[in-house]
């Protein structure tokens, strides 16, 4: 019997796919009763706490912990000679351990850890370890530390304070620049922002009686963490649970193994008893591996109607003290940039330098959001130099369908076009944009993104995705998924399916995830996967069950299984809609007929995707999405304040299979975009010894309700072939075009650029400043002088 | 803070309180917050720790029906006053208030980590209010509530059709609803 005999189900099947849903698990978190990991209490539970470096860099001389120890209460304390293998998310770069060995790498890196019977005395205890430290050199600018061969900061680096180098050349690069009509150049600075999920880090480790080692932990890539646990603490992974509770929020921030996982698990293996540890908020800055600042050096050449010619990106990526997914996010910030625009040649030159700070890693549009500012605003500049609507220019440069990038990846589907087409609609582009007086602006920018990668983190032909599905006498199905719902719906998004295919309503519907003793291997939540792969993965195994039970109705029946449907709870004869009956009968008739009704579901990406060249895999995924943003911003010329008004958000996920979900992605995105371009800079003061200026959640300016603008999600549908009901990604595309669209905003209201984020007021209003003392030298003709010019700020 | 001290430390104090309409006595630690209290010593685990500090407003309780944040109330100042917690928010509307229907249909909740909170200033909002709320007065009265998943837009959907709800004049999805 062959799963594929039948047409690929229209949505009408159970009416699911497409509609409006609540979520599967929302309202017990409205009520208060869901369990977070630091919801978990264990009897004869302690509580850890990490001793953390109060240097950027120091070889560590001795950790005297024997007074601590010496404390009632307290339990056990370990250092990093008791967890020495190194270990990194990337299989190529292990260059971390649990705890610090002979160095800490940056102001926060964790020394020892203690456990204890309550908090409070684990934090006296820290103040007991006593650590001797020879204090080193530190080295904050990344490209201060590529040049110092004499003070390599990670010791696990075989390339000195060189993290990552990529050099990739397609086509004629030098001659094609040479022959354009216009080459733009800019240089651009991103600063580095961190994810600030409201829900800090969180773990908890018990070891069974049998044996095994259960770890709770607040992670978005359960499996990642497994092998990572087994790796070292030196046990095999079978004798390994990891279980994520439901999480609050991490955008990129729980995508790796962190310290305190493997320290509660140490813990809980020499005590004996369970062990939990909660980051304080600080300690969530300091953890980071947030996005990396970068420094772009950017040439791209125009024909004279506004035709992308070719790109020439020079990079320095500033990755902190550990790799994390440096090696991915040094290609990302190359790889991605080749769509949606159709260009003939394209260099990239990336390098990504260790410095003394908390490490980098990816957060949501993982590489790919700075260098898509970069090039945003370069072609703002030469539709703005060339004479040109911004929007035409987008519209003249779009790779199309079916489509093959400069470095040789295949697009399928492509709402590219639509989504500009539905900004300019939606935002009266073409009208306001002539209208709006000096302060006042409008800017658009567009953006592709991956709908997961094309291969796992570690090189394995097994599928990439699995589910698996129980049907059971009561009319219920069971979801088992490996994958994390870390609040983006992913629960939900398996239970339309399943629902949509099974003709169930999603109560009836339990989905189990993220256990690694219930649940297939999924890799995790990152690169918006999930919904392609872990969606295909469950609609196949529905599929199979949704043949067995019409199979089993239909023999009742003494009809051809296909003119029985099932829908709203019920398998309905199709010619004869008068006779149905309930799901739960028919479920039991159909294990009467096969025996327990389980199916499994499984994804593999198609290997035809991407070219074969070193690194052609990599930014290589089986469909992309698009987006195209309009910001509109009110400019105060004499504060530099930059106030966003509207951001039009017109995203391409291929099939909405779950409306306001799909919509609230696009919202959060456009907000997190948003919110890099005006206010957050996650930084370390070199003047105060590297320490974060404000690891809080007050100084860390996060936008509010009152600061964040309105926005408008548009959905636009291009079903791809590669995805469930054509479905693509719709959780992290859609933040990319929010902070050119926003700089590009800035340029329409009062003519100028800004090519450095975050466009806080002292940066706008020098810009502005700069630009009126230019203006009044005769260099510069005011900006819109029609209307209302700016005359007035010289 | 993750866990309280024992609370046969000698220096603690019995606190009488109210907690969702029931009578709490309990032994807190002097300097024990709220939120420490609730979470870690009575398993009232829906007002969450986001910061700690007073930042984020995910601790969002009310004290005699005042919002308040529980991080920064020291448990003994709970003496003798009427805590209400998100737990207790359905009580007096069958289990599910309005503003918890209305936020599960705008699927305003993503992670739900904050949602307690913002539950919990929203019901004062509405009950100081007693009439739909216009969008701006959402914002102004959730200010204090960072949510770092929605972009707020669907919160403040919610909140408004809540309202709305509230005083008869119901979205249609949730006339929808009550329909069926």
Redo the contacts between chains.
Sequence with gaps: MSEHDEPMPTHETGGHVGG????VD??E????????T??L?LPR?L?AKIKRSPHPHAKILSIDASAALAMPGVHAVITGRDLPTPYGIIPWTPDETALCVEKALYVGDGIACVAA?????AIEALEKIDVKYEVLEPLYDPEQALERRDNQINPYSRKGNLSKKVLLEFGDIDGTLEQSDLVVEGDYFFEGTT??????H?AVAHVEPSGVLTVWSATQVSHYLHRELAKVLDMPANRIRVIQP??????GGKSEPFDLEFCVAKLALMTGRPV???Y??EEVFYSHRGRHPMKMKYRTGFTKDGKITAVDAFTILDGGAYSSFGLVTTYYSGQLLCAPYGFDAYRFHSRRAYTNKPACGPKRGHGSVQPRFAIECQIDKAAEQLGLDPIDMRLHNDIGPNAQTVNEFRVGSNGFSECLRRVRASSSWDAKRKELPYGRGLGVAGSTYISGTNYPIYPNDMPQAAVQITLDRSGRARVFSGAND????SNTMLAVIAGNELGLPLEHIRVLSADTDLCPVDLGAYSSRITLMVGNACLEAAQKLRRQVTTAVGKRWDVPRKRVTLADGQAIDREDPERNVPLAEAFQWAEADEGLLSATGSYNTPKDRHGDYRGGTIGASPAYSFTAHVAEVDVDRSTGIVDVKTIWVAHDCGRAL?R??V??QM??????GFAEAIMEQHIVDPGHNGVHPGP???DYR?P???D?P??E?LIVESPDAQGPYGAKEAGEGPLHPSIPAIANAIYDAVGVRMDSLPFTPPRVLAAIEARAAREKAGELEPHKPTLGGAQETA | MSGPSPASAPDAILLRTSINGDAVSVAVEPHHTLLEVLRYQLDLIGSKQGCDKGDCGACTVQIDGKPALACLTLAVHAEGRAVTTVEGLGDAHGGCHPLQDAFDRHDAAQCGFCTPGILMSADSLLRRNPRPVSRDEVREALAGNLCRCTGYTKILDAVVDASEVMHGHGSDDAKKEVAQ
Excluded at chain 1, 195 to 200: D, L, R, S, T, W
Excluded at chain 1, 246 to 251: E, K, S, Y
């Design positions: 409006v849903h609540r979520k929302a309202m978190r409205m009520r208060g009763v869901t369990r977070y630091d919801d209490k539970m509580h019977d309550d908090e409070d005395t994810h600030a999920a409201i829900e800090p969180c439901p999480l609050g929020g991490a955008f939990k540890l909660l304080t908020r870390i609040g983006q719906g779950s306001k979900i919509e609230g919202e959060g995105s456009a907000y997190m809080s959640l007050l996060l509010t309700f009152l964040t309105d926005l999600a």
